[in-house]
Nanobody, 125 residues
Framework: QLQVVESGGGLVEAGGSLRLSCTVS????????MGWFRQAPGKEREGVSC???????YYADSVKGRFSISRDYAKSTLYLQMNTLKAEDTAMYYC???????????????????WGRGTQVTVSS
Protein backbone atom coordinates (compact mmCIF):
# COMPACT_ATOMS: atom_id res chain seq x y z
CA GLN A 1 0.00 0.00 0.00
CA LEU A 2 1.23 3.49 -0.84
CA GLN A 3 2.41 5.54 2.13
CA VAL A 4 3.07 9.27 2.40
CA VAL A 5 4.97 10.58 5.41
CA GLU A 6 6.01 14.22 5.89
CA SER A 7 8.28 15.79 8.46
CA GLY A 8 10.31 18.90 9.18
CA GLY A 9 7.77 21.31 10.61
CA GLY A 10 8.43 23.40 13.65
CA LEU A 11 8.51 26.85 15.17
CA VAL A 12 10.52 29.53 13.41
CA GLU A 13 10.77 33.30 13.59
CA ALA A 14 9.54 35.46 10.75
CA GLY A 15 12.23 35.73 8.11
CA GLY A 16 13.62 32.32 8.91
CA SER A 17 13.65 29.08 6.95
CA LEU A 18 12.45 25.51 7.20
CA ARG A 19 12.72 22.50 4.93
CA LEU A 20 9.89 20.01 4.85
CA SER A 21 10.46 16.45 3.69
CA CYS A 22 8.04 13.85 2.37
CA THR A 23 8.84 10.21 1.76
CA VAL A 24 6.68 8.06 -0.50
CA SER A 25 6.70 4.29 -0.61
CA UNK A 26 4.62 1.64 -2.34
CA UNK A 27 5.23 2.49 -6.01
CA UNK A 28 8.17 3.83 -8.01
CA UNK A 29 8.67 7.44 -6.97
CA UNK A 30 8.96 8.69 -10.54
CA UNK A 31 5.42 7.50 -11.24
CA UNK A 32 3.90 10.09 -8.90
CA UNK A 33 2.98 13.70 -9.22
CA MET A 34 3.30 15.33 -5.83
CA GLY A 35 2.40 18.44 -3.95
CA TRP A 36 2.46 20.42 -0.75
CA PHE A 37 -0.76 21.82 0.68
CA ARG A 38 -1.50 23.80 3.78
CA GLN A 39 -4.47 24.57 5.95
CA ALA A 40 -4.72 27.19 8.66
CA PRO A 41 -7.48 27.14 11.30
CA GLY A 42 -10.76 28.36 9.83
CA LYS A 43 -9.39 28.45 6.29
CA GLU A 44 -9.69 26.19 3.28
CA ARG A 45 -6.88 23.87 2.28
CA GLU A 46 -4.76 25.44 -0.44
CA GLY A 47 -2.14 24.22 -2.84
CA VAL A 48 1.26 25.65 -2.00
CA SER A 49 3.44 23.96 -4.58
CA CYS A 50 3.14 20.93 -6.84
CA UNK A 51 5.50 19.04 -9.11
CA UNK A 52 4.77 16.67 -11.97
CA UNK A 53 6.45 13.35 -12.55
CA UNK A 54 8.57 15.08 -15.17
CA UNK A 55 9.56 18.02 -12.97
CA UNK A 56 7.13 20.75 -14.03
CA UNK A 57 6.23 22.94 -11.05
CA TYR A 58 3.49 25.16 -9.73
CA TYR A 59 3.70 27.73 -6.95
CA ALA A 60 0.95 29.68 -5.30
CA ASP A 61 1.40 33.40 -5.84
CA SER A 62 1.80 33.92 -2.11
CA VAL A 63 4.96 31.80 -1.98
CA LYS A 64 6.64 32.50 -5.32
CA GLY A 65 10.23 33.51 -4.85
CA ARG A 66 10.30 32.22 -1.28
CA PHE A 67 9.50 28.50 -1.50
CA SER A 68 11.08 25.85 -3.69
CA ILE A 69 9.84 22.33 -4.37
CA SER A 70 12.19 19.54 -5.39
CA ARG A 71 12.35 15.78 -5.48
CA ASP A 72 15.20 13.36 -4.86
CA TYR A 73 14.49 10.30 -6.95
CA ALA A 74 17.24 8.24 -5.33
CA LYS A 75 15.69 8.76 -1.89
CA SER A 76 12.04 8.77 -3.02
CA THR A 77 11.72 12.05 -1.14
CA LEU A 78 9.98 15.33 -1.87
CA TYR A 79 11.17 18.59 -0.30
CA LEU A 80 9.75 22.02 0.26
CA GLN A 81 12.38 24.61 1.07
CA MET A 82 10.66 27.55 2.73
CA ASN A 83 12.60 30.79 3.03
CA THR A 84 11.71 34.26 4.26
CA LEU A 85 8.83 32.81 6.23
CA LYS A 86 5.95 35.05 7.22
CA ALA A 87 3.37 34.77 9.96
CA GLU A 88 0.72 34.04 7.33
CA ASP A 89 2.63 30.87 6.37
CA THR A 90 1.57 29.35 9.69
CA ALA A 91 -0.48 26.24 8.92
CA MET A 92 -0.57 22.49 8.94
CA TYR A 93 1.36 21.38 5.87
CA TYR A 94 0.38 18.21 4.04
CA CYS A 95 2.24 16.20 1.45
CA UNK A 96 0.19 14.55 -1.27
CA UNK A 97 0.85 12.11 -4.09
CA UNK A 98 -1.10 10.92 -7.10
CA UNK A 99 -0.52 8.38 -9.85
CA UNK A 100 -2.36 10.27 -12.58
CA UNK A 101 0.79 11.66 -14.11
CA UNK A 102 -1.09 13.17 -17.07
CA UNK A 103 -2.36 15.87 -14.70
CA UNK A 104 1.16 17.25 -14.47
CA UNK A 105 1.59 20.00 -11.90
CA UNK A 106 -2.13 20.65 -11.37
CA UNK A 107 -2.27 21.77 -7.75
CA UNK A 108 -5.71 21.42 -6.30
CA UNK A 109 -6.47 19.04 -3.46
CA UNK A 110 -9.14 17.16 -5.41
CA UNK A 111 -6.51 15.92 -7.87
CA UNK A 112 -4.50 14.01 -5.25
CA UNK A 113 -5.44 10.62 -3.84
CA UNK A 114 -2.76 9.94 -1.22
CA TRP A 115 -2.05 12.14 1.77
CA GLY A 116 0.29 12.37 4.68
CA ARG A 117 -0.86 13.18 8.19
CA GLY A 118 0.58 16.68 8.19
CA THR A 119 3.38 18.60 9.88
CA GLN A 120 2.80 21.87 11.71
CA VAL A 121 4.64 25.02 10.68
CA THR A 122 4.37 27.96 13.04
CA VAL A 123 5.98 31.30 12.21
CA SER A 124 6.24 33.77 15.05
CA SER A 125 5.93 37.49 14.38
Amino acid sequence: QLQVVESGGGLVEAGGSLRLSCTVSGLPFENYRMGWFRQAPGKEREGVSCISGGGNTYYADSVKGRFSISRDYAKSTLYLQMNTLKAEDTAMYYCAADRRVFLGAVCNSNSFDYWGRGTQVTVSS
